[in-house]
């Protein structure tokens, strides 16, 4: 299995609204990550999971709440989100935290996210 | 990202030409990597590149790394309409965990 699994793939909510986006892996990596991308704009790195921690969070308001149950799955949940958080949700994985160990980055078909 | 200088930004060619895309970094890297994605979907993974004068091909793409230039440019022959999409490079430097991306380039083949 080369894939990473995101779960759903459309996802339309309201303001008031708390719902969470899922991510899978069965390849054995040990880093997640997830990214937030606009419509014409580069992927933008949001969190990085390394072995089950959380290592990096490129200040992400709190509206947006990681989390790493195991090694395989990857959470984000969502609550009170403004229009502008409206984007495709990227998650990705790799062996390793980047640079020597991380041997490549997968990334899923994403979630795209529609606040109203 | 600043740190990864991608262009052109859109580029335009007939159908059959050759083209190539360059992706400069401003800090040594540790890997490059180059993703081709279709709009609004995910990711797909073409090559990566992790050491100097490294070159990869897959079916008519070529990509290589210069290391003292730390540039590399994606090269595609006798492009066809499959190829269209956006081109991104992205990259991990040292010192860094995560990955970057340069802003993409936007490939549209005319028939």
């Known amino acids: 299995d080369t894939e990473v699994t995101q779960t759903p793939k459309h996802l339309v909510m309201g303001m008031t609204n708390k719902k969470s986006l899922k991510c899978e892996q069965h390849?054995?990596?040990?880093?997640m990550y997830w990214y937030k991308q606009k419509a014409k704009k580069p992927p933008e790195l949001m969190f990085v999971y390394s072995y089950e921690k959380l290592s990096i969070n490129e200040s992400v308001p709190s509206r947006f709440s990681p989390e790493c149950p195991n090694s395989s799955l990857l959470n984000l949940h969502l609550h009170a989100l403004q229009p502008e958080d409206s984007a495709l949700y990227l998650c990705?994985?790799?062996?390793?935290?980047?640079?020597?160990?991380?041997?490549?980055?997968?990334f899923g078909s994403g979630t795209r996210l529609t606040v109203v | 990202s600043q740190e990864l200088e991608q262009s052109p930004q859109s580029l335009i060619v007939q159908e059959g030409k050759n083209l190539t895309i360059n992706c400069t970094s401003s800090k040594t890297l540790y890997g490059l990597y180059w993703y081709k994605q279709k709009y609004g979907e995910g990711l797909i993974f073409l090559m990566m590149l992790q050491k100097g004068g490294e070159e990869k091909s897959h079916e008519k793409i070529t990509a290589k790394l210069d290391e003292k230039k730390q540039q590399s440019s994606l090269h595609i022959t006798a492009s066809q309409p499959s190829h269209a999409g956006i081109y991104l490079c992205g990259a991990d430097f040292q010192g860094a965990q995560k990955l970057v991306f340069g802003q993409g380039t936007r490939l549209t083949i005319n028939p």
């Open positions: 990705a994985s790799s062996r390793g935290p980047t640079g020597r160990v991380a041997k490549g980055y997968t």
């Open positions: 390849m054995g990596h040990r880093a």
